[in-house]
Structure formats: C-alpha cells, structure tokens
C-alpha cells in the first residue's frame, strides 16, 4: 500500500511538475483550466500544460512569405488544440496573454480559421458557453439540419458532448415552431429565452433547410 501511494505521488508531482528541460525551443509551460472544470465555477482546477508559440514550421512560413495573419490564425488553433489534447482548456484571455494581442484581434483570428477550416476549436466560449462565442450552436445545427450529418458524429467533431448538441437541436426546433407560427423575434425570445442574434442564425438555417428540401 506504501509503494502505490508513494507511485501516486510521485505521479501527481510529474503531472503537476513537469521538467522544463523537456520544453523545446519556442514552447512555453501555462497553468490550462482543467477540461472538465468550468472557468466560473468556485472548484475549477487547473492543469499545466505545453504550449508551442513558434514552431519550425512557422519559421519555413516566415521565409516562404506566409502572411502573418495566416501565421497568427494557425498558431492560436494550434496551441488550443495542443492544451485540449492535454486535459486543458484555453480560454481567448489565455491566448491574449500568451500572445500579447487585443481581444478583438484574439478572437478575429480564431473566427476566421474556424470558418476556413469549418470546425469548432475547443476553448472555452465553445465549450462552456461563456464571452461572446455564440456562433457554434449554429455551426452544430447547420451540419445537422442542413448538412444532414449525423449528431453524434457533430458532437464529436465540434468537441461537444451529445447532451450539448441534443439542447442546440431542441432550441433550434423550438424556434422553428414559433417562426412558421409568424411570431416576431421578440416574443420567441420571450417565450424562449433564447439570444435574439442566435435566433436570428437559427432562422437563417431554417431559411437554407427549407431551400434545400424545396430542389429536393
């Protein structure tokens, strides 16, 4: 019992202390919230993670002309994508942080190579629901609703559980209800509570799967 105990320290301390030596040139060590913790909830924890801010990759792009813009979209998905696959979760103030740029252009760059790449990163207006990121629910419909994907495989591929996608679909069929009933906007958010801009995205989904069923 002593040898499994001292196994789990030493295991705890390694996950928690993890050898700078190994960091590579370019990567940075960051305290990640936990994946499995919310940002506002009073037990959130934290896990660290590694980070690469330049990568060889990123230098073959410099020579090679590569717009900055580009550059900066990539490596901000990269390092959200990196901290993900390590039990964390970045939240666009951790990329403002890490990158010492404005919020709006934070959030301007990982906007763009979502719609470029057509995939939902998982940071934490994604996946928690919090800031400004609203458009993901209307992403996760779309594929469904007009992309005719199956919602397991969207939960998967937007990093969302299916309990997440199965509420975005029920919100969406609600709004859908009340718009062919030719209630106005205000009362279905009333009624809903949902967002006037998401029901706004979710009208113009209904719109693109009525279109569709209509060439059918």
């Known amino acids: 019992m002593r040898e499994k105990l001292a196994d789990e320290l030493i295991t705890l301390f390694h996950k928690n202390s993890p050898e700078i030596s190994t960091l590579k040139p370019g990567q940075v060590l960051w305290n990640a919230l936990d994946k499995h913790t919310r940002g ?3 037990h959130r924890r934290f ?4 980070l690469s801010l330049v990568t060889p990759e990123d230098v073959t792009q410099l020579t090679n002309g590569v717009r900055p813009s580009v550059r ?4 901000i998905a990269s390092m959200i994508k990196e901290a993900y696959e390590q039990g964390g979760i970045l939240s666009m103030r951790d990329i403002r942080l890490l990158t010492l740029r404005a919020d709006a252009y934070v959030s301007k760059m ?3 190579y979502e719609k470029d790449h057509q995939v939902i990163l998982p940071h934490t207006g994604a996946l928690h629901d919090m800031g400004s990121t609203v458009t993901h629910k209307a992403t996760i419909v779309h594929k469904v609703m ?3 994907k199956d919602p397991a495989s969207v939960a998967k591929e937007c990093n969302h559980s299916q309990r997440a996608v199965d509420h975005y679909l029920k919100d969406y069929n609600r709004v859908k209800t009340l718009h062919e009933q030719k209630y ?3 009362f279905i958010h009333h009624v809903t509570g949902i967002a006037n801009h998401v029901i706004k995205q979710y009208i113009s989904i209904l719109h693109n799967e009525k279109s569709l069923s209509e060439k059918i």
């Open 146 to 148: 007009v992309e005719k």
């Open 72 to 75: 900066a979209r990539n490596t």
């Open 40 to 42: 506002d909830s009073p």
């Open 47 to 50: 896990v660290p993670v590694i």
């Open 184 to 186: 106005d906007m205000d």
């Open 110 to 112: 990982r906007s763009q």
